[in-house]
């Protein structure tokens, strides 16, 4: 049984803040997903499932019902991430009704090919986004959320996302400032951050998203990316052990040999 781990939907209510709502995101998953199921996979989903840092959460469940009845039918697991951390305390507990819930856990391991694989997120090793209460990072994207509402869509052109202009300045100031102090770039530095962690969990493998940059780091991390930008990205691995990134473009797996900085 071949493994597939996704992540960053950021599903939302459907108005100006739901980049997945945007182009052909929706019908690409559903694509993606019918090739999962004739393949007889177990779907991961690492985090970032919903956009509730600017969106109801009521309004985005009741959007995106008909897409948890499917996940659930696929028995799919759901590892949370930080845009839906208000999820977290509901881990373990009978309080959300719907099937598909009963599989949301906060992260995943499993044993493939004789190597050990966690699943997270990946924001646990982001400074800006690691706990589950606002902080900069869910300030920033709710200033995002603001000029996608002025724009009326998340995106500039076919090109550019209002959240590059509104976020990425500052993000970009952020990295500029730490190389001026010898330090590596936000990127960089979560990497290398998930690379202590890694050390730290005693697994072989990490997969997980937050970064929305697919690719991989040797052996031991492959980033899923996201479905809410360009491209949609996912992890695939085999009943042997073999991992590969892909990226889905007009219904077919494309390899993605993106090496991620560190």
Known sequence: MNVYAISDLHLGDGGPRDNFAYGSHEKDLLS?????????????????????????????????????????????????GNHDADLLYFVGRDWLNHQFFHN??????????????SFIHGHQADAYCSGDTPGLGRITAI?????????????????????????????????????????????TAINRSLRDLYVKMGC????????????????????TGTWAERTNSFVRINSFGAVGVYDWVDGRATPNLTELSI
């Open 32 to 80: 993606f997903l019918d090739m999962v199921e004739a393949d007889q996979g177990k779907l991961i989903i690492c985090g970032d499932l919903f956009e509730l840092w600017q969106s109801n959460i009521s309004q985005v469940l009741t959007k995106r019902v008909y897409l948890l009845d499917r996940l659930a039918k696929m028995n799919a697991i759901y590892v949370l």
């Open 104 to 117: 949301m856990v906060s992260d995943f391991t499993l044993s493939i090919g004789g190597r050990r694989f």
């Open 204 to 223: 072989d493998v990490i997969v997980c998203g937050h970064t929305h940059f697919p690719g991989r780091i040797s052996s031991w991390h492959y980033n």
């Open 143 to 187: 200033y995002s959320g603001l000029c996608e509402d002025k724009n009326g869509g998340p995106m500039l052109d076919k090109y550019r996302t209002v959240e590059d202009k509104a976020v990425g300045r500052l993000e970009k100031l952020v990295s500029l400032w730490s190389r001026l102090r010898g330090k590596p770039d936000r990127f």
